[in-house]
């Protein structure tokens, strides 16, 4: 099981125009056959930094998903309106 | 619903002193009764990199956690080995 936390950092003015990328890239990711889990979150302190965390069942799932052409379109799209690079964790679980 | 990503940064040769107080921690904080989720990940390129996925109902059940024995005798035990400080990020569910 991989679990990744993927942030992006968007410009203020920007986040009215990314949030129906943001919906359709959730929408479209969930249908993924290896999808197990995708949810965004934004951060109470901050609109413009949104955060995803993603569950696949290994990192051969996620490169298909960042191949898909929903991820493929939409990334662009929304890393147009960036004020710094995203920065993404992949991990494992803690056991102990 | 209140999402939380708490990251902490552990010296490298203090790894193994802390895992025992992760896993107590988190053990404990899973039977608070109002812990919807705990669960704890380690970066896959860096071993000291623990990242705490939370969900809580609220703020206020957060800070009841933050106030409990198990919270503040273990977190001190832990941060003793940081190499630097921990940051934490609360989060309100993407609606779109």
């Known amino acids: 099981m991989l679990k990744v936390i993927a ?7 920007a986040v009215e125009i990314v949030l129906p990328f943001y919906r359709e890239l959730v929408e479209l ?3 993924e056959p290896l999808c197990i889990a995708y949810d965004l979150f934004i951060d109470q302190k901050d609109p413009g930094h949104f955060i995803f965390i993603e569950t696949w069942p ?7 998903h960042c191949a898909t052409e929903h991820f493929t379109r939409l990334v662009p799209l929304i890393n147009a ?11 494992d679980e803690f056991s102990g």
Chains 1, 2 share one sequence.
């Open 7 to 13: 942030q992006d950092f968007i410009q203020p003015e």
């Open 29 to 31: 990711t969930r249908q």
């Open 58 to 64: 290994d990192r051969a799932a996620l490169d298909i």
């Open 81 to 91: 309106h960036q004020r710094q690079d995203g920065t993404f964790i992949l991990m």
